[in-house]
C-alpha cells in the first residue's frame, strides 16, 4: 500500500464533469488499497477572473486583500471534490491552507511555505478517508491567508508529498507530461521519459509553466519522487529524477522554454566608471525589480551603453527609474522595448559538449532572426530575440537539436 499525492490542475477541475471524472480516478487508486492525498487547483480560468475583479477596483490591489479573494477559488474545488467522492461511497474531507495548517512566510501573492502539519491528514488517512486539500495558499504566523504565485498548487502538492513522506508526487494536467517544448507551440515536441530535476529547474525557471518552479525546487531538496501525467489519458508521463547515470546516451539538449514576460531596457552614453553597474541597478533592485539580463558594451569615448531585461510587468516602473538614475549619471539616452521574448536551450548534456551555442546561433541565423542579447550557464543557452520570431525561432532550434518526433 502506497501513500500518493494527486495533483489535479485548472482544466482538469474546470467543470463540474471534469470534477467527477477526477473523483472516479481518485476513486480507482483508492480502490487499489492506496492512502490518497489530493491537491486541486481552482477551476480554469477562475483565478484570472478573480484578479481581474480586484484590478477592477485597484489596478494595483493591496495584497493581502487580493490573497483573502483569491484563494477562494481552490476553496470551491476542494469541496466540490470531497462531495463528488462522498456521493461514490468514498469517505473525504476537504481542507484549505489554514485548515491542514500550511504555514507560510508574509509575503503576501509570493509566499513560500515554511512548515506542514501533518497530523490531520495522518489521522484522517489513518481512518480512511481521502484528503482534499487546497492548492496555491498558506496561512502565516497571524493567521493571514497568502499564496504561494501563480501555478503555485504544484508547490503545494510536491510540499505535501515531502512532508507526508509520500511514495510519489503525481501531478495530473491537460499534457501527458513534461515535452522537449511547449507541444501547443511546436506539434513536432516529443514527451520525454525522464528529466533530471536540474533540467526541470532550468525550463520551469526560462519559462515553462508545466511546472512552478519551487515545485521543483522542493522536489529536488526532499528527493520526492515526481511525475507529470495526463489527467484523464493513461500513459507513463514524465518521471523527474535525480538519475543523470543515462545523460551520456541522451541527446545534449533535452528542451528548448521560452518567455514572453520580460521587456528590455537600456541606457546609453553612461560614463565607464567602476561603480557604475551598480549605480544603474542599485536603484532597479531598491524599487523591488529583479532584473534578468545584463549586457555592458565595450567602452568608447569612456562611455558605454548598458542593456538589461526584467518582468514585463515592472517595465513602467524600471524605466521610470533608469530615467532618473540617466539625469545623474548624464547618460546621453534611455530606450525600452516590451516586443521581446527569451529562447533557451536547456540540457545537462552540455556539460560534456562543445559547439552547443555556436549551433543555436547557426540554427537562428539560417532564420535570419537577430539576437539582442545572449546569457549562458553551465546547462542552459538563452538569447533575447523579437517577439515576432519567437514560435519560428523555437521551432527552427527544435528541429537543430534534433529534437522533432519522428512522424510515421
Ligand atoms: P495546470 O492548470 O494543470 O497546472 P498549466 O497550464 O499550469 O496546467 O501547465 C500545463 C501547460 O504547460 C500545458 O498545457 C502546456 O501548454 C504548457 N507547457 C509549457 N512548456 C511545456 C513543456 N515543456 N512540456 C509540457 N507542457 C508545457
Ligand atoms: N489557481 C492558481 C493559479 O491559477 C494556482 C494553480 O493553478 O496552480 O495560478
Ligand atoms: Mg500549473
Same mark, same amino acid.
Given at each position: 500500500?502506497?501513500?500518493?499525492?494527486?495533483?489535479?490542475?485548472? @482544466?482538469?477541475?474546470?467543470?463540474?464533469?471534469?470534477?467527477?471524472?477526477?473523483?472516479?480516478?481518485?476513486?480507482?487508486?483508492?480502490?487499489?488499497? !492506496?492512502?490518497?492525498?489530493?491537491?486541486?487547483?481552482? #477551476?480554469?480560468?477562475?483565478?484570472?477572473?478573480?484578479?481581474?475583479?480586484?484590478? %477592477?477596483?485597484?489596478?494595483?490591489?493591496?495584497?493581502?486583500?487580493?490573497?483573502?479573494?483569491?484563494?477562494?477559488?481552490?476553496?470551491?474545488?476542494?469541496?466540490?471534490?470531497?462531495?463528488?467522492?462522498?456521493?461514490?461511497?468514498?469517505?473525504? +474531507?476537504?481542507?484549505?491552507?489554514?485548515?491542514?495548517?500550511?504555514? @507560510?512566510?508574509? =509575503?503576501?501573492?509570493?509566499?513560500?511555505?515554511?512548515?506542514? !502539519?501533518?497530523?490531520?491528514?495522518?489521522?484522517?488517512?489513518? %481512518?480512511?478517508?481521502?484528503? $482534499?486539500?487546497?492548492?496555491?495558499?498558506?496561512?502565516?504566523?497571524?493567521?493571514?491567508?497568502?499564496?504561494?504565485?501563480?501555478?503555485?498548487?504544484?508547490?503545494?502538492?510536491?510540499?505535501?508529498? =515531502?512532508?507526508?513522506?509520500?511514495?510519489?508526487?503525481?501531478?495530473?494536467? !491537460?499534457?501527458?507530461?513534461?515535452?522537449?517544448?511547449?507541444?501547443?507551440?511546436?506539434?513536432?515536441?516529443?514527451?520525454?521519459?525522464?528529466?533530471?530535476?536540474?533540467?526541470?529547474?532550468?525550463?520551469?525557471?526560462?519559462?515553462?509553466?508545466?511546472?512552478?518552479?519551487?515545485? +521543483?525546487?522542493?522536489?529536488?531538496?526532499?528527493?520526492?519522487?515526481?511525475?507529470?501525467?495526463?489527467?484523464?489519458?493513461?500513459?507513463?508521463?514524465?518521471?523527474? @529524477?535525480?538519475?543523470?547515470?543515462?545523460? #551520456?546516451?541522451?541527446?545534449?539538449?533535452?528542451?528548448?522554454?521560452?518567455?514572453?514576460?520580460?521587456?528590455?531596457?537600456?541606457?546609453?552614453? +553612461?560614463? !565607464?566608471?567602476?561603480?557604475?553597474?551598480?549605480?544603474?541597478?542599485?536603484?532597479?533592485?531598491? =524599487?523591488?525589480?529583479?532584473?534578468? #539580463?545584463?549586457?555592458?558594451?565595450?567602452?568608447?569615448?569612456?562611455?558605454?551603453?548598458?542593456?538589461?531585461?526584467?518582468?514585463?510587468?515592472?517595465?513602467?516602473?524600471?524605466?521610470?527609474?533608469?530615467?532618473?538614475?540617466?539625469?545623474?549619471?548624464?547618460?546621453?539616452? $534611455?530606450?525600452?522595448? @516590451?516586443?521581446?521574448?527569451? +529562447?533557451?536551450?536547456?540540457?545537462?548534456? #552540455?556539460?560534456?559538449?562543445?559547439?552547443?551555442?555556436?549551433?543555436?546561433?547557426?540554427?537562428?541565423?539560417?532564420?535570419?532572426?537577430?539576437?539582442?542579447?545572449?546569457?549562458?550557464?553551465?546547462?542552459?543557452?538563452?538569447?533575447?530575440?523579437?517577439?515576432?520570431?519567437?514560435?519560428?525561432?523555437?521551432? =527552427?532550434?527544435?528541429?537543430?537539436?534534433?529534437?522533432?518526433?519522428?512522424? %510515421?
Amino acid at each position: 500500500m502506497a501513500l500518493i499525492v494527486q495533483k489535479f490542475g485548472g @482544466t482538469s477541475v474546470g467543470s463540474v464533469e471534469r470534477i467527477e471524472q477526477v473523483a472516479e480516478k481518485v476513486k480507482k487508486f483508492r480502490d487499489r488499497g !492506496d492512502d490518497i492525498v489530493v491537491v486541486v487547483s481552482a #477551476m480554469s480560468g477562475e483565478t484570472n477572473r478573480l484578479i481581474g475583479l480586484a484590478k %477592477a477596483i485597484n489596478p494595483q490591489p493591496d495584497p493581502r486583500e487580493l490573497d483573502v479573494m483569491v484563494s477562494t477559488g481552490e476553496q470551491v474545488t476542494i469541496a466540490l471534490l470531497a462531495m463528488a467522492l462522498i456521493k461514490r461511497g468514498v469517505p473525504a +474531507v476537504s481542507y484549505t491552507g489554514n485548515q491542514v495548517r500550511i504555514l @507560510t512566510d508574509s =509575503a503576501f501573492t509570493k509566499a513560500r511555505i515554511l512548515q506542514i !502539519d501533518s497530523q490531520n491528514i495522518m489521522g484522517d488517512l489513518k %481512518a480512511g478517508r481521502v484528503v $482534499v486539500v487546497a492548492g496555491f495558499q498558506g496561512v502565516d504566523e497571524q493567521g493571514n491567508i497568502t499564496t504561494l504565485g501563480r501555478g503555485g498548487s504544484d508547490t503545494t502538492g510536491v510540499a505535501l508529498a =515531502a512532508a507526508l513522506k509520500a511514495d510519489e508526487c503525481q501531478i495530473y494536467t !491537460d499534457v501527458d507530461g513534461v515535452y522537449t517544448t511547449d507541444p501547443r507551440v511546436v506539434a513536432k515536441a516529443r514527451r520525454l521519459e525522464k528529466i533530471t530535476f536540474e533540467e526541470m529547474l532550468e525550463m520551469a525557471s526560462l519559462g515553462s509553466k508545466v511546472l512552478q518552479i519551487r515545485s +521543483v525546487e522542493f522536489a529536488g531538496k526532499y528527493n520526492v519522487p515526481l511525475r507529470v501525467l495526463h489527467s484523464f489519458q493513461e500513459g507513463p508521463g514524465t518521471l523527474i @529524477t535525480l538519475d543523470e547515470e543515462e545523460s #551520456m546516451e541522451q541527446p545534449i539538449i533535452s528542451g528548448i522554454a521560452f518567455n514572453r514576460d520580460e521587456a528590455k531596457l537600456t541606457i546609453r552614453g +553612461v560614463p !565607464d566608471n567602476p561603480g557604475v553597474a551598480f549605480k544603474i541597478l542599485g536603484p532597479i533592485g531598491a =524599487a523591488n525589480v529583479e532584473v534578468d #539580463m545584463i549586457v555592458q558594451n565595450v567602452a568608447h569615448d569612456n562611455t558605454t551603453d548598458f542593456t538589461f531585461t526584467v518582468n514585463r510587468n515592472d517595465y513602467e516602473k524600471a524605466l521610470s527609474v533608469l530615467k532618473e538614475t540617466a539625469q545623474t549619471l548624464s547618460a546621453r539616452e $534611455v530606450s525600452g522595448d @516590451t516586443n521581446i521574448a527569451k +529562447v533557451s536551450i536547456v540540457g545537462v548534456g #552540455m556539460r560534456s559538449h562543445a559547439g552547443v551555442a555556436s549551433c543555436m546561433f547557426e540554427a537562428l541565423a539560417k532564420e535570419s532572426i537577430n539576437i539582442q542579447m545572449i546569457s549562458t550557464s553551465e546547462i542552459k543557452v538563452s538569447v533575447v530575440i523579437e517577439e515576432k520570431y519567437l514560435e519560428l525561432a523555437v521551432r =527552427a532550434l527544435h528541429t537543430a537539436f534534433e529534437l522533432d518526433a519522428v512522424t %510515421a
